[in-house]
Protein backbone atom coordinates (compact mmCIF):
# COMPACT_ATOMS: atom_id res chain seq x y z
CA UNK A 1 0.00 0.00 0.00
CA UNK A 2 2.87 2.42 1.13
CA UNK A 3 4.78 1.31 -2.34
CA UNK A 4 1.29 2.44 -4.29
CA UNK A 5 1.01 6.00 -2.89
CA UNK A 6 4.46 6.42 -3.29
CA UNK A 7 4.15 5.69 -7.21
CA UNK A 8 0.97 7.42 -7.22
CA UNK A 9 2.49 10.55 -5.56
CA UNK A 10 5.46 10.92 -8.12
CA UNK A 11 2.53 10.41 -10.65
CA UNK A 12 0.85 13.45 -9.72
CA UNK A 13 3.79 15.55 -9.21
CA UNK A 14 5.24 14.45 -12.54
CA UNK A 15 2.01 15.45 -14.24
CA UNK A 16 2.13 18.64 -12.29
CA UNK A 17 5.45 19.75 -13.82
CA UNK A 18 5.45 18.73 -16.83
CA UNK A 19 2.27 20.77 -16.78
CA UNK A 20 3.63 23.99 -15.41
CA UNK A 21 6.36 23.75 -18.32
CA UNK A 22 3.97 23.05 -21.08
CA UNK A 23 2.92 25.86 -23.49
CA UNK A 24 -0.73 27.03 -22.10
CA UNK A 25 -1.88 27.88 -26.32
CA UNK A 26 -5.29 26.72 -26.17
CA UNK A 27 -5.71 23.71 -28.38
CA UNK A 28 -8.12 20.81 -28.70
CA UNK A 29 -7.77 17.08 -28.05
CA UNK A 30 -5.54 16.27 -30.80
CA UNK A 31 -2.97 19.10 -29.79
CA UNK A 32 -4.49 21.26 -32.62
CA UNK A 33 -4.00 24.82 -32.09
CA UNK A 34 -7.29 26.91 -33.07
CA UNK A 35 -9.10 23.94 -33.94
CA UNK A 36 -7.69 23.28 -37.25
CA UNK A 37 -8.25 26.77 -38.44
CA UNK A 38 -5.12 28.49 -40.67
CA UNK A 39 -3.75 31.27 -38.82
CA UNK A 40 -1.88 32.75 -41.71
CA UNK A 41 -5.18 32.60 -43.53
CA UNK A 42 -6.83 35.24 -41.42
CA UNK A 43 -3.99 38.20 -42.60
CA UNK A 44 -4.35 36.75 -46.28
CA UNK A 45 -7.98 36.50 -46.95
CA UNK A 46 -9.39 37.96 -43.92
CA UNK A 47 -11.44 34.79 -43.64
CA UNK A 48 -11.54 31.72 -41.31
CA UNK A 49 -11.17 28.47 -43.26
CA UNK A 50 -9.86 24.78 -41.54
CA UNK A 51 -6.30 23.70 -42.88
CA UNK A 52 -5.23 20.36 -43.07
CA UNK A 53 -2.81 17.77 -41.76
CA UNK A 54 -0.95 17.72 -45.08
CA UNK A 55 0.44 21.28 -44.55
CA UNK A 56 1.05 21.45 -40.61
CA UNK A 57 3.51 22.63 -38.49
CA UNK A 58 4.54 22.03 -34.90
CA UNK A 59 5.62 25.43 -32.63
CA UNK A 60 6.35 25.21 -29.15
CA UNK A 61 4.85 22.04 -28.79
CA UNK A 62 1.56 22.74 -30.63
CA UNK A 63 0.32 21.95 -33.87
CA UNK A 64 -0.96 24.27 -36.51
CA UNK A 65 -2.46 23.47 -39.97
CA UNK A 66 -2.57 25.47 -43.13
CA UNK A 67 -4.65 25.73 -46.02
CA UNK A 68 -1.65 25.57 -48.12
CA UNK A 69 1.99 25.16 -48.49
CA UNK A 70 2.47 29.03 -49.11
CA UNK A 71 0.66 29.67 -45.54
CA UNK A 72 3.08 26.93 -43.92
CA UNK A 73 6.34 28.95 -45.09
CA UNK A 74 5.21 32.20 -44.08
CA UNK A 75 4.25 30.54 -40.76
CA UNK A 76 7.69 29.26 -40.35
CA UNK A 77 9.34 32.28 -41.26
CA UNK A 78 7.72 34.44 -38.89
CA UNK A 79 5.20 32.38 -36.68
CA UNK A 80 4.79 35.07 -34.02
CA UNK A 81 3.31 37.86 -37.04
CA UNK A 82 0.23 34.71 -37.34
CA UNK A 83 -0.34 33.83 -33.61
CA UNK A 84 -3.72 34.97 -31.99
CA UNK A 85 -3.23 37.28 -29.04
CA UNK A 86 -3.51 35.80 -26.03
CA UNK A 87 -2.44 32.28 -26.69
CA UNK A 88 -5.75 31.90 -28.72
CA UNK A 89 -8.18 32.37 -25.68
CA UNK A 90 -10.97 35.01 -26.12
CA UNK A 91 -10.00 38.40 -25.86
CA UNK A 92 -13.32 39.55 -24.57
CA UNK A 93 -12.96 37.17 -21.75
CA UNK A 94 -9.45 37.95 -20.86
CA UNK A 95 -10.31 42.03 -20.64
CA UNK A 96 -13.46 41.59 -18.86
CA UNK A 97 -13.65 38.32 -16.83
CA UNK A 98 -10.23 38.04 -16.38
CA UNK A 99 -10.37 34.66 -17.51
CA UNK A 100 -9.33 31.78 -20.47
CA UNK A 101 -11.98 30.83 -21.99
CA UNK A 102 -11.92 28.62 -26.17
CA UNK A 103 -13.21 30.36 -28.95
CA UNK A 104 -15.41 30.11 -32.26
CA UNK A 105 -11.97 30.09 -34.55
CA UNK A 106 -14.76 31.88 -37.26
CA UNK A 107 -15.02 34.43 -34.60
CA UNK A 108 -12.13 36.83 -35.32
CA UNK A 109 -10.44 40.84 -35.90
CA UNK A 110 -7.37 41.80 -37.11
CA UNK A 111 -6.46 45.41 -35.34
CA UNK A 112 -2.90 46.54 -36.06
CA UNK A 113 -1.54 43.82 -37.70
CA UNK A 114 -2.41 40.84 -34.87
CA UNK A 115 -5.31 38.67 -34.34
CA UNK A 116 -8.25 38.73 -32.31
CA UNK A 117 -10.11 35.71 -31.27
CA UNK A 118 -13.89 35.69 -29.66
CA UNK A 119 -16.18 33.29 -28.14
CA UNK A 120 -19.46 32.51 -30.02
CA UNK A 121 -21.29 30.29 -28.77
CA UNK A 122 -24.48 29.75 -26.01
CA UNK A 123 -24.34 31.37 -22.77
CA UNK A 124 -26.88 30.86 -20.43
CA UNK A 125 -29.23 29.74 -23.01
CA UNK A 126 -28.81 32.69 -25.05
CA UNK A 127 -26.85 33.44 -28.13
CA UNK A 128 -23.62 35.69 -27.26
CA UNK A 129 -20.84 36.81 -29.31
CA UNK A 130 -17.94 38.71 -27.56
CA UNK A 131 -16.90 40.16 -30.75
CA UNK A 132 -20.33 42.68 -30.30
CA UNK A 133 -19.27 44.36 -27.18
CA UNK A 134 -15.40 44.45 -28.11
CA UNK A 135 -16.01 46.57 -31.56
CA UNK A 136 -16.05 49.92 -30.76
CA UNK A 137 -14.26 49.33 -28.12
CA UNK A 138 -11.36 48.10 -29.17
CA UNK A 139 -8.20 50.42 -27.96
CA UNK A 140 -9.59 49.84 -24.11
CA UNK A 141 -10.46 46.71 -23.93
CA UNK A 142 -6.86 45.68 -25.67
CA UNK A 143 -5.27 47.67 -22.95
CA UNK A 144 -7.23 45.77 -20.04
CA UNK A 145 -6.78 42.37 -21.78
CA UNK A 146 -3.15 42.99 -21.82
CA UNK A 147 -2.60 44.29 -18.32
CA UNK A 148 -4.97 41.30 -17.42
CA UNK A 149 -2.77 38.97 -19.42
CA UNK A 150 0.61 39.90 -17.78
CA UNK A 151 -0.68 37.44 -15.00
CA UNK A 152 -3.47 35.42 -16.71
CA UNK A 153 -0.87 33.71 -19.61
CA UNK A 154 1.10 31.53 -16.61
CA UNK A 155 -2.70 29.94 -15.17
Known sequence: MKALKTILAL???SLC??????QKVYKN?????NNGYDVVNYFTTNTAQRGSQEFSSEHHGTVYYFTNAKHLEMFKKSP????PQFDGY??????????KVPVNPQTFRIDDGKLYLFYNDFWEGKPFNTIVPWLGNEAE??????????????S
Open 90 to 99: CSFAVAKMNK
Open 29 to 33: QNNIA
Open 141 to 154: MTKIAEENWKTLKN
Open 11 to 13: TLF
Open 80 to 83: DTYL
Open 17 to 22: MHNSFA
